[in-house]
């Protein structure tokens, strides 16, 4: 499991001459992402030339609710940093697996938007504003389940598509509302499209939603050092508790499984929960402590998930 960088390379001039590779999905928000980044260390004086990597998550029409495959977004750009045909990759947090890849690193995680889910509708002015049997689409088994927990009323349905795809199927019709992340619409200048902002009573958001990972060979020290100058140490603090917990869960991915940490007064706060796929069984955790101890307070609310009987419930998700 990845921590804290407290060690990283550094070399005597870590942003020389020579040009960065930066993997990046070619998607919308994707490409948002890696411009962001790619201008940050632009401005730290480093020269940046972007790398677009098809994954095995771009073009498939399989749900993802109904792929068992972890990485679907990831693994292509991983294998290219690997191949040496790329020196950073910058992923959505949320779709990264836990597993660490021998010979690369998460070495900076930038500060985070927001981890909120976001209600969109066409329609109705609020998630209560729904009538009976309204139809609601998502790609997520957490937002899936969450969604019945508080809502077992409704017709929630599977969505795929990127966000102007997803959009676009609400206009036309073909659902009353959609479960968007609040992040991917304020980083594509849709926010003008959100109706309302799930409460994390409601909606506990996926392991390192909203958060960028920037991840390097670890034997390419040029890169690391001029990466790890873009860390903000309390969101990395942050979703490493929230991944800890994933990695303690082996719940991957796609599990109904939500977490929330934030630093608050210099305290780390972790909120969790594990449900059951139609919703009607939900377990919830805290911890909190010193962000330093990151890793002890992911795993602290995994265990507390696993006695209630976590397990079982992730288990019966996999086989849904």
Do not use: Y
Request: net charge negative; hydrophobic share 40%; glycine share 8%.
């Amino acid at each position: 499991m990845e921590s804290v960088p407290t060690n990283v390379p550094t070399t005597s001039n870590p942003l020389s001459d020579a040009t960065i590779r930066l993997g990046t999905r070619a998607s919308a928000l994707a490409r948002w992402q890696a411009d962001w980044v790619a201008a940050r260390l632009t401005e730290l004086g480093a020269k940046v030339e972007l790398v677009f990597i098809k994954t095995g998550g771009d073009g498939t029409t399989t749900p993802i609710t109904q792929s068992n495959s972890q990485g679907l977004f990831t693994k292509e750009i991983q294998r290219a940093l690997l191949d040496d045909r790329v020196d950073l990759a910058v992923h959505s947090l949320k779709d990264l697996p836990t597993e660490c890849v021998e010979g690369l690193g998460l070495v900076a995680v930038p500060g985070r938007e927001s981890p909120r889910d976001a209600f969109l509708s066409n329609r109705f002015s609020s998630f209560k504003d729904l009538p009976e049997g309204a139809r609601v689409g998502t790609g997520s088994r957490r937002r899936q389940s969450q969604l019945l927990h508080a809502r077992p009323d409704l017709k929630v349905l599977d969505i795929r598509g990127n966000v102007e795809t997803r959009l676009q199927k609400l206009d036309n019709g073909e659902f009353d509302a959609i479960i968007l992340a609040e992040a991917g619409l304020n980083r594509l200048g849709l926010v003008d499209r959100i109706t309302q902002i799930l409460p994390p009573s409601v909606m506990l958001p996926a392991v390192g939603q909203g958060a960028l990972g920037l991840e390097t060979r670890l034997d390419d020290s040029e890169t690391m050092a001029a990466v790890t100058q873009l860390d903000d140490p309390d969101t990395h603090a942050c979703v490493l508790a929230e991944r800890t917990l994933l990695l303690e869960l082996r719940g991957g991915c796609l599990a109904p499984v939500g977490a929330w940490g934030r630093v608050e007064d210099g305290e780390l706060h972790l909120d969790a929960t594990v449900l059951s796929t139609d919703g009607a069984t939900r377990l919830v955790a805290k911890a909190q402590g010193d962000p330093r101890d990151a890793v002890a307070l992911g795993a602290s609310a995994a265990r507390q998930l696993i006695e209630m009987g976590a397990a079982t419930l992730i288990a019966a998700a996999r086989n849904d």
